[in-house]
């Protein structure tokens, strides 16, 4: 059974930094693309960033690109994303989300395995 467990999440005010990390417990990590979506008050959960096998393949909603980093640590068997410049338009439940290698993969159903997510909150 896989288990994915996200950590990290929290308030922070506009223009700071946060650090989400995904733990993976079960399966085989390193086989696995890894993503995150997000699901703000009132909308549909979106596609944030993901990273396949290595970081040869990455990808990042364009709301997001070039203020967060998603990473992964096969060792740790963890996927973090570094979240700077944070806006208030960032406040969601932020989800971790593992499928099948080796690209990254930008739509739900390419994901099989799911955390329960974790609250960010973003204040001016």
């Known amino acids: 059974q896989v288990q994915l467990v996200e950590s990290g999440g929290g308030s922070v005010q506009s223009g700071g930094s946060l650090k989400l990390s995904c733990t993976v417990n079960?399966?085989?990590?390193?086989?696995?693309?890894m993503g995150w979506f997000r699901r703000a008050p009132g909308k549909d959960r979106e596609f944030v960033a993901s990273?396949?096998?290595?970081?040869?393949?990455?990808k990042y909603a364009d709301s997001v690109k070039g203020r967060f980093t998603i990473s992964r640590d096969n060792g740790k068997k963890t996927a973090d994303l570094e979240m700077n410049n944070r806006e208030v338009e960032d406040t969601a439940v932020y989800y971790c989300?593992?499928?099948?290698?080796?690209?990254?993969?930008?739509?739900?159903?390419?994901?099989?395995?799911w955390g329960q997510g974790t609250q960010v909150t973003v204040s001016s």
């Open positions: 079960g399966g085989t990590f390193n086989t696995y693309t």
């Open positions: 990273i396949g096998w290595t970081t040869n393949w990455l």
């Open positions: 989300a593992g499928g099948a290698g080796p690209a990254a993969r930008v739509l739900e159903l390419d994901y099989v395995f």
